[in-house]
């Protein structure tokens, strides 16, 4: 046993001097840290649990740190929910986030967009959609420019497309399934969904062009979270640099199409032909330009992933693609051969829609819908202070055993029964709501067809670890998948 006289406790400190001093400022630092920890972390003054951690960066570096590990953004939310409970605060960029869990709550904050709440962005997000976007008007604009985006999205427009698509899927399939080799889903979705936006919104199909605008547009997607910081070589960077490019491009197609040098019976040329309308009946030059980027962007990556993760659940749940494919070889073998579908095969698909449905509650292409409250409010029995920013918690609520019971399970038919207001949020709610419904829903069924009714695959990689750096989620795998042609016995 240790036992020092004051005078061996003196020469001992004599002794070690240095290793005293160090070892006394550790603690007294390591006291402050705590103290700064002890208040930052919520007590009963608001009710909301959390961690702000310390000023400015609160958990900032957690929550990149979970963005770029192959669990996922959405972990960053698990983890603390697990410490926490269901309603948890935090601070990331030196903003208060809450996190809101329940029906309730989606509902006081979607239903009153606008007037008690707005859209929040980060700013490279805010930076790569464009000032004069959709996602980042004022209100009055918003109501404009969202009511002239529309049409273009509506069933009947959309009648068109489905022929176009559906030819364009067919052959890429055909050439796939022929060249027997394995490809990634993403890949394949990103590339179809691009093109079959592109083609609908300025009928742009010829390379290099296209090639052009898709690699300028994927710069400027993946900069939509990253730091806003204009140094060679980052992501940030290159976003922007992509958004110059595409500002000059589409800006001279809209002044070919002025001119008469060049017309095409599509979205730019119904946009152009508003030229002599009043200023509330038309969208101007760069209205134009960033509601071109905007719709690319928000269509391409989420209906793309929406894609692969259909094929991936279906993969992991074969009675039930079983059950799908019958549904689809019937309307196939109703149809002439080589006739594409119409948007009535598609209304026929009704197993068809909820797979895509259920596929969309889990999968949660979008985890979360962030929103700034602009007034001290009340949110589910919550207060809320001004300023915070409250995340519309979709993953939760989709996952959540009270509102889907077996949220885990991938079961389409939970959707014969009608669902309760603001409980599925894939699309959105409110005034916000996804302008390309429609499309998607299109999209997905015209692929949920071609490819169950015309081929059988293999799923060549099981990992189901996220990819990082998404803020999408999507597997790291890419679903890499071969086909084979179905015998399709008549
Ligand atoms: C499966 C595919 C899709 C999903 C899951 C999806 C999801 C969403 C969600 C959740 C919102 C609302 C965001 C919020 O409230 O913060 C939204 C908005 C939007 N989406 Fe989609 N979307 C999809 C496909 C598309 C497509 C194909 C387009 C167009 C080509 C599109 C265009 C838009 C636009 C322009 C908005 C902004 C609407 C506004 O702020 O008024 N989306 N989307």
Known sequence: MLNLSKEGLTLLVQNHYGIVIVAMLSIGIASLLWKVWESTVSTDEDGIPGQLGLPFFGETFSFFSASYSTKGCYDFVRQRRKRYGKWFKTRILGKTHVFVPSIEGAKTILANDFVHFNKSYVKSMADATGEMSVFSVPHKIHTRIRRLLSDPFSMSSLSKFVGKFDKMLCERLDKLEKSGESFRVIDFSLKITFDAI?????????????????????????????????????????????????????????????????????????????????????????????????????????????????????????????????????IARNKPEGASLTLEDLNDMSYGFKVVKETLRMANVLIWLPRVAMNDCIIDGVEIKKGWLVNVDATCVHYDPDVYKDPRRFNPSRFDEIQKPYSFLPFGAGPRTCLGINMAKVLMLVFVHRLTSGYKWKLDDPDSSLERKEHIPRLRSGCPITLKLLNMAK
């Open 198 to 330: 592109v083609n609908m919104l300025m009928s742009v199909t010829e390379n290099p062009l296209l090639e052009q605008i898709e690699k300028d547009c994927t710069d400027v997607s993946n900069s939509m979270l990253s730091i806003p910081l204009m140094i060679p070589g980052t992501r940030y960077y290159k976003g922007m640099k992509g958004r110059v490019k595409l500002n000059e491009i589409f800006g001279n197609m809209i002044v070919r199409r002025r001119s008469g040098e060049e017309y095409f019976d599509d979205f730019l040329q119904s946009m152009v032909e508003r030229d002599s309308y009043s200023a509330d009946e038309k969208l101007d030059d760069q209205e134009m330009i960033d509601n071109l980027i905007t719709l690319i962007l928000a269509g391409q990556t989420t209906t793309a992933s929406a894609m692969m993760w259909c094929v991936k659940f279906l993969d992991d749940n074969k009675e039930l693609l079983d059950r799908l494919r019958e549904e689809q070889l019937s």
